[in-house]
């Protein structure tokens, strides 16, 4: 079984978290959600929405069903989903409660730094999203090719206190997935250690799946 974050860091960062976390993270959330392209009508699921910072930015039109773990941040998504198609609900992004291929887009941002188990919130994530579908993601990750460090294992095993993983690996993460595309790789904050990627969902044959 999967284990749960510990809330009650959600529970202190909530009412703190956009007054940080906004200046910082707001370019790159942008250019993330843009790379989706969403049209009106699509519908995009955002596992582990936070506060809501995303919300403002998702294109007039597209029907948006998000979710968090904690509901402390739910309830600061509450107002920025106001006037907007927004479905907010209470969820972990390791176990969804929604049939095969039910979006056309999934936008994960600094989610799998943070749940404990960052494949299986990505295998969810893919197991949703329609064949032919896309996938951004914005979060931090260990330079691929570069071994763990004693320092960078003491530093990492620090800050997961704080919430979060940095010596995750995309590629741990994203490779063995059947039709699985990864578009773009471009380096973000912190010369490159946060990322911003677009992956798309092929279309199988039957053979393949």
């Given at each position: 079984?999967?284990?749960?974050p510990?809330?009650?860091?959600?529970h202190?960062?909530?009412?703190?978290?956009?007054r940080?976390?906004?200046?910082?993270?707001?370019?790159?959330?942008?250019?993330?959600?843009?790379?989706?392209?969403l049209?009106?009508?699509?519908?995009?699921?955002i596992?582990?929405?936070?506060?809501?910072?995303?919300?403002?930015?998702?294109p007039?039109?597209?029907?948006?069903?998000?979710?968090d773990?904690?509901?402390?941040?739910l309830?600061?998504?509450?107002?920025?989903?106001?006037?907007?198609?927004?479905?907010?609900?209470?969820?972990?992004?390791?176990?969804?409660?929604?049939?095969?291929?039910?979006f056309?887009?999934?936008?994960?941002?600094?989610?799998?730094s943070v749940?404990?188990?960052?494949?299986?919130?990505?295998?969810?994530?893919?197991?949703?999203?329609r064949?032919?579908?896309?996938?951004?993601?914005?979060d931090?990750?260990?330079?691929?090719?570069?071994?763990?460090?004693?320092?960078?294992?003491?530093?990492?095993?620090?800050?997961?206190?704080f919430?979060?993983?940095?010596?995750?690996?995309l590629s741990?993460?994203?490779?063995?997935?059947?039709?699985?595309?990864?578009?773009?790789?471009?380096?973000?904050?912190?010369?490159?250690?946060?990322?911003?990627?677009?992956?798309?969902?092929?279309?199988?044959?039957?053979?393949?799946k």
């Amino acid at each position: 079984m999967t284990s749960l974050p510990n809330l009650s860091i959600y529970h202190f960062y909530a009412p703190i978290y956009d007054r940080f976390f906004r200046p910082l993270t707001l370019g790159p959330r942008r250019d993330t959600i843009r790379l989706l392209e969403l049209q009106p009508g699509e519908q995009v699921l955002i596992p582990g929405v936070g506060t809501g910072l995303d919300l403002p930015m998702i294109p007039t039109g597209v029907r948006v069903t998000a979710g968090d773990i904690s509901p402390e941040m739910l309830k600061q998504a509450q107002e920025k989903a106001k006037g907007r198609l927004v479905e907010l609900k209470h969820m972990d992004a390791q176990h969804l409660e929604f049939e095969d291929e039910s979006f056309n887009a999934v936008l994960f941002t600094l989610v799998l730094s943070v749940v404990p188990d960052a494949r299986a919130a990505f295998g969810e994530a893919w197991r949703v999203l329609r064949p032919g579908g896309r996938m951004a993601i914005f979060d931090k990750f260990m330079p691929e090719g570069r071994s763990l460090t004693p320092f960078r294992r003491m530093l990492g095993q620090v800050i997961r206190y704080f919430g979060t993983d940095p010596n995750r690996c995309l590629s741990e993460i994203v490779t063995g997935w059947a039709g699985l595309k990864v578009l773009k790789n471009n380096p973000s904050l912190l010369s490159g250690q946060y990322r911003i990627v677009l992956i798309e969902k092929g279309i199988l044959s039957g053979v393949e799946k």
